[in-house]
């Protein structure tokens, strides 16, 4: 998994460093939403079980480069 120096610095944090690597592949490779921002960074989110939450993965303009993760409160509501 490719990454930036700044996602490499922001998983040290304690909320961040729970997240699994499997995780982020997961929503990498299903997603359940993408989206382009009009920077052009890549924005996907997914349903994970174990954590009983949504997890948002930003990627740079490559698709391959994980540029940021976090658990997403507010996805869900923009589900109903």
């Keep these: 998994m490719r990454t930036t120096k700044y996602f490499d610095y922001i998983r040290k944090r304690q909320d ?3 997240i699994r690597d499997e995780w982020i592949a997961q929503v990498i ?3 359940e939403t993408t989206e382009v921002q009009s920077d052009g ?3 996907k989110w997914a ?3 174990e954590a009983r939450k ?3 993965v930003i ?3 490559d698709g391959l480069t994980v540029h ?3 658990f997403d409160r507010s996805y869900k509501e ?3």
């Design 16 to 18: 961040r460093a729970l």
């Design 47 to 49: 349903w994970i079980s």
């Design 59 to 61: 990627l740079l303009e």
């Design 41 to 43: 960074r890549i924005r």
């Design 29 to 31: 490779d299903h997603p």
């Design 54 to 56: 949504f997890l948002r």
């Design 68 to 70: 940021n993760v976090f």
């Design 78 to 80: 923009t589900l109903k």
